[in-house]
T-cell receptor, first 113, second 111 residues
Framework: SQTIHQWPATLVQPVGSPLSLECTVE??????LYWYRQAAGRGLQLLFY??????ISSEVPQNLSASRPQDRQFILSSKKLLLSDSGFYLC????????????FGPGTRLLVL | RKEVEQDPGPFNVPEGATVAFNCTYS??????FFWYRQDCRKEPKLLMS???SGNEDGRFTAQLNRASQYISLLIRDSKLSDSATYLC????????????FGDGTTLTVKP
């Protein structure tokens, strides 16, 4: 069966510090991968998605970036965090089929102070 | 106008009640539809896919109306454990690889 891991679970970072969140998927190959952010009490905002190694599409302009160095590894980064980067970051994967049902990791709760 | 819109909520219902959520979508090219459940401070989890013929899973029934571009979720005999936020999700053939999520409707089931 497939599993998706994210770490860390929670993170408190000062403004201006760098960020690296990691997501890995097991039990599947060549998945679509996604990064979302959810602000408190709000809906999901798609940040990045990837259909393959090195292929990243950005949905919104921001000071975040994403990379996919391996088939089942997706990394979200920032060189300098802003207060507005606080939120719940969720990684998801889907099979490349007509449904493209997404399955989410447990998320990383980031607080920028 | 948002691509996917849901009932604003919150819904507060007693145990045993029947509650229905609606969701409308604007992209007529949408081809797959889902309901997710999100518990407080947790990740969204797939509740059920929604098929054109309608589908049922225990106390949950999902319906799709392509002509009117809306989907619905009916929960019968509500349990305390049904308290959560329910997210409507739509995939489009023209938006390959990406899902559009509604903002969610919060349900609280009270004793």
């Amino acid at each position: 069966s497939q599993t998706i891991h994210q770490w860390p679970a929670t993170l408190v970072q000062p403004v201006g510090s760098p960020l690296s969140l990691e997501c890995t998927v097991e039990g599947t190959s060549n998945p679509n991968l996604y990064w979302y952010r959810q602000a408190a009490g709000r809906g999901l905002q798609l940040l990045f998605y990837s259909v393959g190694i090195g292929q990243i599409s950005s949905e919104v302009p921001q000071n975040l970036s994403a990379s996919r160095p391996q088939d089942r590894q997706f990394i979200l980064s920032s060189k300098k965090l802003l207060l507005s980067d606080s939120g719940f970051y969720l990684c998801a994967w889907s099979v490349k089929d007509s449904q493209e049902t997404q399955y989410f990791g447990p998320g990383t709760r980031l607080l920028v102070l | 106008r948002k691509e996917v819109e849901q009932d604003p909520g919150p819904f507060n219902v007693p145990e045993g009640a029947t509650v229905a959520f609606n969701c409308t979508y604007s992209n007529s090219a949408s081809q797959s539809f889902f309901w997710y459940r999100q518990d407080c401070r947790k990740e969204p989890k797939l509740l059920m896919s929604v098929y054109s013929s309608g589908n049922e899973d225990g106390r949950f029934t999902a319906q799709l109306n392509r002509a009117s571009q809306y989907i619905s979720l009916l929960i019968r005999d509500s349990k305390l454990s049904d308290s959560a936020t329910y997210l409507c999700v739509v995939n489009s053939a023209t938006n390959a690889g990406k899902s559009t999520f509604g903002d969610g409707t919060t349900l609280t089931v009270k004793p």
